[in-house]
């Protein structure tokens, strides 16, 4: 948790550095767009107090327009926006004329000669207010964009999150029931094989409750928690011969979703036939430098009515939709059945 409210402070300090950048950028511009009369040598009297001037007033400006502009028009139509705007900038520009002429005339006192064609003034700090305005608006609402498609990022991520932590909580419950059954069962018998299986429980619920809690694990740690799944559903079937896996290629060194591949074979168990031809089902793993095939075959139940699951385990749908969170379009998953097969085919790019 401490690290977490580290990463936050560490990003939200971050991006307090980008916004501070964006501004240093912006008024770097400005400042050599207000001197460059200087640079090609064609400067007139009083050029660095006009500048002066000019930069600070267009400093008022364009924050004025960047802070009361998104407050004044928030919530607000767009015709009544356009109309603050307008107001917003004709009083700035009236208020820009008359302190470039009180500072003119009154600071710098400047020779009446000079101080004619005044309208051209206020025409000229109306153009500055309405470039500096429009830049304060560009520049504040593509900040406020960015920072909204950030807050949408993080609210999908949290969710898909949640999701997962769901999903992976759905999957099978009420299978640890069944296998105490069972383990209670041979205890009472005083059967040798109770040791293991206890052994075999454990491992499973290690496996869940901490291996499983991280977004990938150990392909080799997914395969032996399929194989102590196995042998645990196996005390339910007199046939030792009922389940077939094969294992094929390197499996060392890779990963995978933890828990994605069990509901299959759950389903295998719960639909399939415990009394049709041996193995009543196969499960078949290949494990390739870029990709990783899973295919399941199993005999379905007489009178199976589909692959809904009304039982507690986990559906189709939600096995699709966590698959579409962790290898969104790097995944094929197809289901067949024909007559009282039915066959389950995943692959994964890796």
Known sequence: MLFQTDV????????????????????????????????????????????????????INFYAFYFILPFLIKNRNIFLSIFTGAFLLFIIAVARY??????????????????????EWFYAGLR?????GAYAILIKF??????????KAEMVNQTQTSELALLRSQVNPHFLFNTLNNIYSLVCKKSPDAPEAIMKLSSIMRYMLYDANTDIVLLEKEIEYLESFIELQKLRIRDTDFVELRIEGEVSNKTIAPMLLIPFVENAFKHGSKTGPSPGIRIHLVSTPH???????????KNFLG??????????????RR????????????????????????????
């Not at 302190?99 to 009446?112: G, M, N, Q, S, Y």
């Not at 500055?128 to 500096?132: E, G, K, R, T």
């Not at 593509?142 to 807050?151: E, G």
């Open 128 to 132: 500055l207010s309405i470039i500096s």
């Open 307 to 320: 692959s809904k699951d009304n039982s507690g385990g986990i559906g189709l749908q939600n096995i699709k």
């Open 8 to 59: 936050r402070e560490l990003t939200l300090i971050m991006k307090r550095k980008i916004k501070i950048l964006i501004h240093v950028i912006y008024w770097f511009y400005m400042i050599n767009q207000f001197l460059y009369p200087w640079y090609i040598n064609k400067t007139e009297s009083y050029f660095w107090t006009d500048t002066t001037l000019n930069l600070g007033l267009s400093f």
């Open 142 to 151: 593509a900040i406020d964009w960015f920072d909204t498609q950030k807050l």
């Open 323 to 350: 698959l579409e969170i962790l290898y969104p379009g790097k995944y094929v998953l197809e289901t067949t059945q024909e007559n009282d097969l039915y066959l389950v085919k995943l692959l994964i790019q890796t």
């Open 98 to 119: 008359y302190i470039e002429v009180l500072f003119w005339k009154d600071i710098i006192h400047l020779p009446a000669k000079e101080m004619t064609n005044l309208h």
């Open 291 to 301: 990709q990783l095939l899973f295919e399941i075959t199993n005999h379905l139940k």
